[in-house]
């Protein structure tokens, strides 16, 4: 059988029956081409695990863990829609030993003070910005800044909502997450609240154009390349020398709460992972947290000796 077109097959059944994401199946599409670059020569029925371990060579000597383990879950994830489609009868990924240990890497966060000058640049510029476009495009924003914060969204859920996702009258949001596991937060803040509705309101035209809630001002939806030149504009325009990504948000929203003694399983739903052990990760940042309390409450500060 034509490896493209199971590819295709396969793209097109992950879209309208799984109803993944547009970043995950960009992912697989990318990921499959690589993998077809191998074996696609090759009668999908008699692809072995010899093959499948030359492509896993080949693999880590490119690129780094991380990336392995996406190829892999995409390469595996195919394999599976074969065998349930019958076009293999044996599934060559069964007799292959994938896994491997990953070097763990700490979430990288944002001081808060750095927070703190951000969303006062943004909001400065409403009011201060040059030109009326400046003043606009800073409420825009500040809507975005207040919101990655206000919820730990991933990039893609924000630049994904819908305007019927964010409720204000009730002060919820409507997140469709990785996996199409879906979630509702709340907004706790009332200026977060108040810029959301300025937004929404000044927006409203090229919202209804585009059926994004965050689009710019040609009535186009706001991509997430968009959203990191924001930052890094208000970044540069407060003199932080950190480079500062959308994730970073998020891993600081986790932090911040688990820092102000929030229950990790409230945390592990507000950021729609799930498995507990995807947010235990961030119990090794919060540094602050365990010197308070090895410093304050450890009972040897009580012997006098």
Known sequence: MNYDKTVKEYISY???????????IRAYTTDLKQLGDNISQMELSEVSSKE????????????????????????????RYLEYREIISINPWVHVQSKFREPSTLPRII???????ILISVHRQIHDGKTAYRRRNALRDAAICELLFA??????????????DINLSEDTVFINGKGAKERILQIGNR??????????????????????????????????????RTLNYYTNLCGIDQHITPHMWRHTFATSLLEADVDIRYIQEMLGHSSIHTTEIYTHVSMAKQRMILCDKHPRNGFTI
């Open 191 to 228: 200026q977060v609240h108040d810029t959301l509705v300025k937004y929404k309101e000044e927006y409203a035209k090229e919202i209804s154009q585009c059926n994004h809630f965050f689009a710019n001002q040609n009535g186009h939806p706001f991509s997430d390349q968009s959203v990191r």
């Open 52 to 79: 499948i371990e030359k492509y896993l060579k080949e693999l880590h000597k490119k690129y780094k863990p991380k990336t392995v383990k996406r190829k892999i879950a995409s390469a595996k994830a195919f394999f």
């Open 111 to 117: 001081p808060l003070s750095n927070v703190k000058k």
């Open 14 to 24: 992950c879209s309208t029956q799984k109803r993944l994401n547009f970043k995950t």
């Open 151 to 164: 919820t730990g969204i991933r990039i893609f859920e924000l630049c994904a909502l819908s305007p019927e």
